[in-house]
């Protein structure tokens, strides 16, 4: 057999192995095996020099994904909600959990805009003693799949979203982050 020969030989068969393992994980990946993720969790934790902590639940329904959260140590009024890019919340003032997650490609907005940042939750809102709750079911983010918000973070900001300005709402420092996981039973 000729040089050129074994050469071709080899080649084929390492492109043959190579696309057998492509599609064998991403059979694995998306198999009925691997069960969906139904249910995330962000414990917020304050940024330094802040006090906002709390708690945000992601429950996938059939209408859209189902958040909930109860936060505490903020200032009374309007905060930006946002789910940003990077699980990363170990950095001072947050800034290495990136911007807010926008697969899409698309402007800054509020939640119930059709053309937004997937991650664009709106505003929570504070009462007089800094607590805050949200209740809201999002038709853009999910749990599995390119828009999932696994691994990514929850950032309460120190101002209000203004839904209309690029790229961020002009929300301010970041008061709060915590990184969604994958939440039990």
Same mark, same amino acid.
């Given at each position: 057999?000729?040089?050129?020969?074994?050469?071709?030989?080899?080649?084929?068969?390492?492109?043959?192995?190579?696309?057998?393992?492509?599609?064998?994980?991403?059979?694995?990946?998306?198999?009925?095996?691997?069960?969906?993720?139904?249910?995330?969790?962000?414990?917020?934790?304050?940024?330094?020099?802040?006090?906002?902590?709390?708690?945000?639940?992601?429950?996938?329904?059939?209408?859209?994904?189902?958040?909930?959260?109860?936060? $505490?140590?903020?200032?009374? #009024?309007?905060? &930006?909600?946002? +789910?940003?890019?990077?699980?990363?919340? =170990?950095?001072? !003032?947050? *800034?290495?959990?990136?911007?807010?997650?926008?697969?899409?490609?698309?402007?800054?907005?509020?939640?119930?805009? $059709?053309?937004?940042?997937? #991650?664009?939750? &709106?505003?929570? +809102?504070?009462?007089?003693?800094?607590? =805050?709750?949200? !209740?809201? *079911?999002?038709?853009?983010?999910?749990?599995?799949?390119?828009?999932?918000?696994?691994?990514?973070?929850?950032?309460?900001?120190?101002?209000?979203?203004?839904?209309?300005?690029?790229?961020?709402?002009?929300?301010?420092?970041?008061?709060?982050?915590? *990184?969604?996981?994958?939440?039990?039973?």
């Amino acid at each position: 057999m000729s040089v050129m020969k074994q050469a071709f030989a080899t080649l084929s068969v390492t492109i043959l192995v190579c696309s057998g393992l492509m599609v064998g994980s991403t059979y694995y990946y998306y198999s009925p095996f691997y069960p969906a993720i139904k249910k995330a969790i962000a414990v917020v934790t304050p940024t330094k020099g802040n006090t906002a902590t709390g708690v945000v639940y992601f429950v996938q329904e059939k209408g859209g994904m189902h958040i909930t959260a109860q936060l $505490s140590g903020m200032t009374p #009024g309007e905060h &930006g909600f946002h +789910i940003h890019e990077f699980g990363n919340c =170990a950095c001072d !003032d947050a *800034v290495c959990a990136g911007g807010h997650f926008d697969p899409t490609h698309m402007p800054h907005g509020a939640p119930n805009n $059709s053309e937004r940042h997937v #991650g664009d939750l &709106g505003n929570i +809102i504070a009462d007089a003693q800094g607590n =805050a709750t949200y !209740d809201y *079911v999002d038709k853009q983010i999910t749990l599995n799949g390119p828009h999932s918000i696994v691994g990514r973070a929850v950032i309460v900001h120190a101002q209000r979203d203004d839904l209309t300005t690029q790229p961020s709402g002009d929300a301010g420092a970041r008061v709060g982050c915590g *990184v969604v996981g994958i939440a039990g039973k």
